[in-house]
């Protein structure tokens, strides 16, 4: 059973940045990709960023040019940077791991608890 471990959250003023981390411990096969999403009280999760297996990036429209994600495989942990921070940007940021668990196993996901960040302004 692989569980992720978030941390880097907290209080900062608008214009902070703030660096989150996601560790993932247990076996992996072969890692997909790990993403960050955000839920913020009464609104739905939404996705923030996604790093694969290579490299490749992806962000949500409202968070480029302010956030970067990266990873260390060899740690299986990701990152993600926090520049500019606005108050809309206030949410547990939660982190998924998309991977396969053995050779003949099927594609699993697993998500973390979250790491609260709250900007003020």
């Known amino acids: 059973q692989v569980q992720l471990v978030e941390s880097g959250g907290g209080s900062v003023q608008a214009g902070g940045s703030l660096r989150l981390s996601c560790a993932a411990s247990?076996?992996?096969?072969?890692?997909?990709?790990m993403s960050w999403y955000r839920q913020a009280p009464g609104k739905e999760r939404e996705f923030v960023s996604t790093?694969?297996?290579?490299?490749?990036?992806s962000y949500a429209d409202s968070v480029k040019g302010r956030f970067t994600i990266s990873q260390d495989n060899a740690k299986n942990t990701v990152y993600l940077q926090m520049n500019s921070l606005k108050p809309e940007d206030t949410a547990m940021y939660i982190c998924?791991?998309?991977?396969?668990?053995?050779?003949?196993?099927?594609?699993?996901?697993?998500w973390g608890q979250g790491t609260q960040v709250t900007v003020s302004s």
């Open positions: 247990g076996y992996i096969y072969y890692k997909y990709a």
């Open positions: 790093i694969d297996s290579v490299g490749s990036t």
């Open positions: 998924k791991l998309a991977y396969q668990g053995g050779r003949w196993q099927r594609r699993s996901e697993s």
